[in-house]
């Protein structure tokens, strides 16, 4: 099973960016889909998460800019991120809980002021 990240770049401060991710491999009932970033000399944290239910949950520091949906039937998960900042630039991973936790490779996200 793989996890393909897309739709990261460069962009100002300002700007919106989309990003995709779609499962592909063997056939997994997701739990939960979700996203992590990684600022350079920083932890990966927690960026928002939504349940196979629908039920979404975010950082503290996404305040209403950054929205997760779920395609269910395509194992796909998008974060649309909006008035992005500096600070939030980072590598943005995806993530899928079923059996095991599983994590994409990662797309860059770089926000310029």
């Known amino acids: 099973l793989r996890l393909v990240e897309s739709g990261g770049g460069l962009v100002q401060a300002g700007s919106s960016l989309a990003l995709s991710c779609v499962a592909s491999?063997?056939?997994?009932?997701?739990?939960?889909m979700g996203w992590y970033r990684q600022a350079p000399g920083k932890q990966r944290e927690f960026v928002a998460r939504i349940t196979s239910a629908g039920t979404a949950n975010y950082a503290d520091f996404v305040q209403g800019r950054f929205t997760i949906s779920r395609n269910g039937a395509e194992s796909a998960v998008y974060l649309q991120l909006d008035s992005l900042r500096p600070e939030d630039t980072a590598v943005y991973y995806c993530?899928?809980?079923?059996?095991?936790?599983?994590w994409g490779q990662g797309t860059q996200v770089t926000v310029s002021s």
């Open positions: 993530c899928a809980w079923a059996d095991a936790d599983y």
């Open positions: 491999g063997s056939t997994r009932k997701f739990i939960a």
